[in-house]
């Protein structure tokens, strides 16, 4: 298999740390799910987001072209997004993250309640061992 070059390999880790966040994955799905929405609607898709968060997001998501702003000359303004070809492919790239979700929602779900219950005495026994170990200097 070819090795991608450097440009390639910039361009994926410059990707993933912009998308990899919280809000861009689902302002991407409500897009993807949707079409074509209104600003306010799409706040309100995606729930507990700031319209500071929001506006930041949607922005960095136009100017990586996934994301069109469509103006529409009236009074109020009226502002739509909607997912250029691009951010199509992106979305459907995130849809495996998704199924994988639904898939092993119970199994991650599980594990992490294995870990805290393992985690307890475990963190009671090192304070005592450094409790131990600090009395004996």
């Known amino acids: 298999m070819r090795q991608p070059g450097p440009e390639i390999e910039l361009l994926v880790r410059d990707m ?58 009236v009074i109020p303004p009226h502002v739509d997004y909607r997912l250029t070809e691009l951010g199509l492919s992106l979305s459907e790239a995130f849809c495996g993250v998704w199924e994988w979700a639904e898939k092993y929602h119970a199994q991650v779900a599980q594990a992490r309640q294995d870990f805290q219950s393992a985690a307890l005495p475990r963190s009671s026994g090192r304070a005592v061992a450094a409790q131990d170990t600090d009395s004996g200097t």
Do not use: C, N
């Open 16 to 73: 993933i740390g912009r998308v990899a966040d919280k809000w861009t994955m689902l302002i991407l799905e409500e897009l993807a799910e949707h079409g074509t929405l209104r600003f306010t609607r799409l706040g309100d898709l995606v729930g507990d987001i700031s319209q500071k968060m929001l506006t930041k997001t949607l922005r960095q998501l136009e100017s990586d072209g996934l994301v069109l702003r469509t103006v529409h000359p």
